[in-house]
């Protein structure tokens, strides 16, 4: 089952960036959202997948379609043609081989920590209390750099 | 192949099919994919990491915060994009040179 969904979520990845209309791009990308979202709450990572789709699969998505329909379709796909795409699948697995053993190595090192007392919540806000003011701080200065961009200047008028 | 390695497979092929999305496409929009295409693999590999050592609640913590990041980042980038549309009437990364030295 799991693997099917990773087989769905490449796809649907790859079909994302190959795929020359920009619009369905993105809905291929909130296909891939959806189905991370489903393999996290397998996981028992429920919320992490609530995150997923509310906040990706919805929030991103819409400003990736708003832009997509506020610029014009240039139609074309725009690829470099320095990379011959039949070396593709070897510099994959390359790397695919080389972050599972680096991982892997690196997995063995982390502490597995007693981390299921309680529920996620109090995890959350006692143990991971500075990312959440990180968070906050990185919302601020989203918000303060959109509103700056968005700013009437001399030239606009 | 247990569930760990597969999904640290398919976790690298996300990011490495980021990176390629990065280096060889031309359109601005494409590039902000490759980025989110980057996140997703990255995320995959969180969760899965933390599901195998049985540390999902902090596995959970860092991709809520890995999600906060990218919709900011993606907010600026695409208020980036649109103010780069309105100047070059075009999509194409190789014509913003304006900066070029």
């Known amino acids: 089952m799991e693997l099917i969904l990773l087989i769905i979520l ?19 990308l909130i296909l891939a959202s959806i189905v991370l979202a ?55 697995s390359l790397f695919a081989v080389a972050g599972i053993f ?10 597995a ?18 990312d959440l003011a990180g968070q906050a701080a990185v919302i601020l200065a989203g918000v303060i750099v959109v509103l700056s961009l968005f700013r009437k200047g001399k030239e606009d008028e | 192949m247990n569930n760990l390695t597969l999904d640290l497979v398919f976790a ?31 995320t995959l590999g969180f969760i899965s990491g933390g599901f195998a050592r049985d540390s999902v609640f902090l596995a959970q913590c860092l991709v809520i915060t890995v999600i906060v990041v990218e919709v900011s980042v993606m907010a600026a980038a695409l208020a980036i994009v649109i103010r780069l549309y309105r100047h070059n009437d075009s999509l194409d990364i190789r014509r913003l040179t304006r900066l070029k030295g």
């Open chain 2, 12 to 42: 690298a092929g996300l990011v490495f099919l980021g990176l390629y999305c990065l280096l060889f496409m031309r359109n601005i929009i494409k590039l902000l994919i490759g980025v989110e295409i980057i996140a997703k693999g990255v």
């Open chain 1, 102 to 111: 680096v991982i892997n190595r690196l997995m063995l090192q982390v502490n």
């Open chain 1, 10 to 28: 490449a796809g649907s990845a790859v079909t994302a960036v190959f795929l020359h209309d920009l619009l369905k791009s993105a809905l291929s």
């Open chain 1, 38 to 92: 489903i393999i996290f709450f397998m996981k028992n990572a429920a919320y992490a997948g609530v995150f997923e789709i509310s906040v990706v699969a919805g929030l991103i998505m819409v400003l990736f379609i708003a832009v997509i329909s506020m610029t014009k379709h240039e139609g074309i796909l725009l690829r470099e043609s320095g990379f011959p795409l039949i070396l593709f699948p070897v510099i994959f």
């Open chain 1, 113 to 130: 920590g007693n981390t299921l007392q309680g529920t996620f919540g109090q995890f959350l806000w006692e143990k991971r209390t500075l």
